[in-house]
């Protein structure tokens, strides 16, 4: 069983930065692949960016190509999630997703989920 906590939304206006974390209960996160998903109200879950359980390999949503970047610490059993130029249309709730091996962008594929933290881009 892996338990995911996200941290690091907020309110900020166009334009700004924020990092969310991902930490991760087991210590062995390094044999998962996480992903980054997010929900803005009314709308389906998507795929923001997925990592390798290495770090060595990440796939951008090509929304966020540019302005977003994923790391990865396993030694601290945490993933990070770096956004920039933020715009309104980035409004939504994200969630952090784990699964073992493979990356995916694929929600579906992920047995693992935090609770999510709201993120508020204002114009």
């Known amino acids: 069983q892996v338990q995911l906590v996200e941290s690091g939304g907020g309110l900020v206006q166009a334009g700004a930065s924020l990092r969310l974390s991902c930490a991760a209960s087991t210590r062995t996160f390094s044999g998962y692949a996480v992903g980054w998903f997010r929900q803005a109200p009314g709308k389906e879950r998507e795929c923001v960016v997925t990592i390798s359980w290495r770090g060595d390999f990440a796939v951008y949503a090509d929304y966020v190509r540019g302005r977003f970047t994923i790391s990865r610490d396993n030694a601290k059993n945490t993933v990070y999630l770096q956004m920039n130029s933020l715009k309104p249309e980035d409004t939504a709730v994200y969630y952090c997703?784990?699964?073992?091996?493979?990356?995916?962008?694929?929600?579906?594929?992920?047995?693992?989920w935090g609770q999510g933290t709201q993120v508020t881009v204002s114009s």
């Open positions: 997703a784990a699964k073992p091996s493979a990356a995916s962008m694929v929600a579906s594929d992920y047995p693992y």
